[in-house]
C-alpha cells in the first residue's frame, strides 16, 4: 500500500519547500520534486494546500478519574478529534492513586487506550509516591516499558502532591534513568490555606478560583521545583505555565544553565480571567489550575513562544460537561473539575491566532505544536518532522478554509467548547497516521483502532 501527496508545499520546523512526499506502508520513503505514482498508489492533492508533521500534543488528559467525577472522553472521542484537529499524536498521563502502584496504574491507562484510538498516542508516568518499591517499578517502566517522562505535583495537598523529599529522589532517578521530569508548579500548602480563607468568607463563585491559585503561589512553584532540578542536575519540564512570574522564575534557571523546558498552553494564549468571570456559573467552563490569567500574561507568553523561551504549546485537555460535572461546583468553586477541552482547536486556534495573527511564523508554529514536544519526549525524528524513515504522519492543510468553533459541531465528548463562535480559518483537509488516512476533507475515515502506543527512548 502506498501514498504520494503531490504538489504541496511542506513546511517544517526549519524549511520549506515544495515538493512530493512518498510513502510505503507506514513510512516515508521519498520526497521530491516530482514523484510519478505507481498504478495502486493513493493519491492525496496538496496543490495550494501547505503540508504538516502530524501534530503532537504533550499535554492530555482522556482517561482521568477525580475524586468526584470522571473526564468524559474515550480513546475513541478524543482521538477522533485530536485527529480532525491535526494531531496525530498525544501523550496521556497515567496517575496513581497515592497508595496505588504504579504499575497497576499502568495497566488500567493501557487498558483504556489500548485497541481503541485511533490516533497514536503515549504516556507520562506521574509519581504520587517515592519508596524503594516505586523506584524499582519506575526502572521497569523507564527501560522496559517505553515511558521515559516523569510528572509530579508540587500542587494538590494531600492527593497527588509529592514531599520535597520525594522530588529530591524522583529527579535524582529521573537524571540516572535519562527520563526526564514534568512538574505541575503550585504551591499546594498556600493554594489550600487560600481556598478555605475563601470558602469561610462566603466567595464560592467559580471567579473567586483565581484568587486562591494567584501567580505568586505558581512562581513558588516554579522556584521550588527548579531548585530542586539543579542540587540533582536532572532536565525539567516545566507544565502548562501561565503567568510572567512564573516564566521570570523559570527564565532565571534557565539563565544559570539549568536544563529548563516550558510548556503553555493554548488557553493560556487565548483567554484571560475575564472568561472565569462570566455570571450565572458560566465561569466555570473557564476553571482550571494554573488558573486563567491577565491579558498582559497572555502578552508575555506570546512573545516568549515567539522567542522559543516557551518550548510548547499543549492543550491540558480534560473534557468534563458543564451539566452534570462543572456544576458540582455551583456553591463552592473548589468542587469545580478542574480543566478544559481542546485536543481538537489546538492547531487550528493556534494557526489562527499566532500564525494569522502575525505573532508566531509557520515554523516556530510547526516546531511548538509538533517538532519541540516530539524531541524533548523522545519521539523524534518518528514523529515530529517531515523526511525520510520518519512515520507518514501527515497533514495536508487548507490555508483558506473558514469555520467556526461550536459544542454543536465539535467531535470531542463534552457539552460545551470554551471557544463557542469563534472564527477560525485554516483546516486539516487530510491526515494520515502511519501511511493510513484518516481524515478526507475535514471528515473522519479512519478506522477508529488504527492508533498504536509509541515507546521512547531514555534520553540519557
Ligand atoms: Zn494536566
Redesign the pocket.
Known sequence: MSLLIQGGELITASSRSRADIYCEGETITRIAAHITPPPDCEVLPARGCLVFPGFVDP?V?VYLPTPSTTAKDTHESAGKAALLGGTTCYIE?VIPARTEEPRDALETWRAAAAGRSPADYSFHMAITRYDASVAEQLEHIVSSEGITSFKVHLAYKDYLEVSDSELYHILGLARRLGAITIA?CENAAAVELLRRQLVSAGRRAPRWHYYSRPPEVEEEGTRHFLFFAALQQAPAYI??LSSRAALAAAMQAVGKGQRVWIETLIQFLLLDKSYAELPDFEGAKYVMSPPLREKEDRSALWSALAAGNISTVGT?H?PFDFHGQKDLGRDDFTRIPN?LPGIEERVKLLYTHGVLGGRIDLHRFVDAASTRPARIFGLFPRKGTIQVGADADLVVWNPDWQGTISAATHHMNVDYSPYEGWKITGRAEYVTVRGRLMVEKGRFVGPVDHGRFIGRNPSG
Open positions: 499535554h488528559h498521563f505541575h507544565a502548562h491540558d480534560a480543566g
